[in-house]
């Protein structure tokens, strides 16, 4: 599929300045995201009191006894997630999308249709990207829920994740998602890849920071991340990995609405 038009261009720029902003403002988390609450590792929620019982639900993948890893994208669906879908059907590894609903769901909603039937995990990145801890209580609702609501039109299936953008997030965010039974999933690995189109330097970051249970961001509307897939996968199963969804990831635990996980 080609690289995006200079509308779609546009809009990865003003992305693009929204991350650099927030990278500048949360300099001292930057990989992990600027999260002030508590997180919760993949590890503590796979042994809760109870988790056992959901052991199956998942598939075979237990990450308990291997070495899982969650590859995840913010900001899309966008002209370059066709492209990307295909690359995951090939190399047969699934993902967690985080959708943007304005100008994302809106403009492509046969790919939301086409990354749930092919086993992907569809969660939400808010409507239009506005800063959660920025807004009134009623507009966070409305930020998420709106994606919420075309998801399950589209699916079948209503998000039981988010990811808050640029990784803010406060109390205020955590009740409400917790009253919309949404869980918050941060990161552990960042490419940066919304200040380079250097593939290459995006899969070295990537391999870089990757370890046992983390959860790598990326955005596939930027132009260099979709190229650099195919060999961050590829360097990643030889290492041992095997790639799940967050779902995986948790399980035989499950996200706890309202908690934040990284």
Request: glycine fraction near 6%; proline fraction near 6%.
């Amino acid at each position: 599929m080609p690289f995006p038009t200079s509308k779609t261009k546009n809009k990865g720029t003003r992305l693009r300045a929204l991350a650099v902003s927030a990278a500048a403002a949360c300099l001292a988390a930057a990989v992990t995201g600027c999260a002030g609450a508590d997180t919760t590792l993949p590890s503590s929620a796979r042994t809760r009191p109870g988790a056992t019982s959901q052991a199956t639900r998942y598939g075979a993948v237990d990450c308990r006894e291997v070495k899982c890893i969650a590859l995840t994208f913010d900001a899309g669906p966008s002209e370059n997630s066709a492209r990307l879908l295909d690359v995951l059907k090939e190399k047969q590894v699934p993902a967690t999308f985080f959708l943007l609903g304005k100008r994302h769901i809106e403009k492509y909603p046969e790919l939301v249709r086409r990354m749930a039937a092919e086993g992907h995990e569809v969660a939400s990145h808010t409507w239009d990207h506005k800063i959660l801890t920025q807004i009134t209580p009623e507009e966070i609702r409305e930020e998420l829920r709106r994606p919420n609501d075309e998801i399950e039109r589209l699916t079948g299936r209503r998000p039981t994740l988010m990811r808050p953008p640029q990784g803010r997030t406060d109390k205020t965010v955590h009740e409400i998602s917790r009253e919309l039974g949404l869980a918050e999933v941060l990161w552990t690995v960042t490419a940066k890849d919304y200040a380079t189109t250097d593939s290459a330097l995006i899969r070295r970051r990537v391999l870089a920071q990757a370890d046992r249970d983390g959860i790598i961001l990326l955005h596939d509307l930027y132009d260099g991340t979709v190229p650099a897939v195919p060999g961050i996968i590829d360097a990643l199963k030889e290492r041992g990995f095997v790639f799940v969804t967050v779902p995986q990831l948790l399980a035989p635990g499950e996200a706890v609405p309202g908690e934040v996980y990284r």
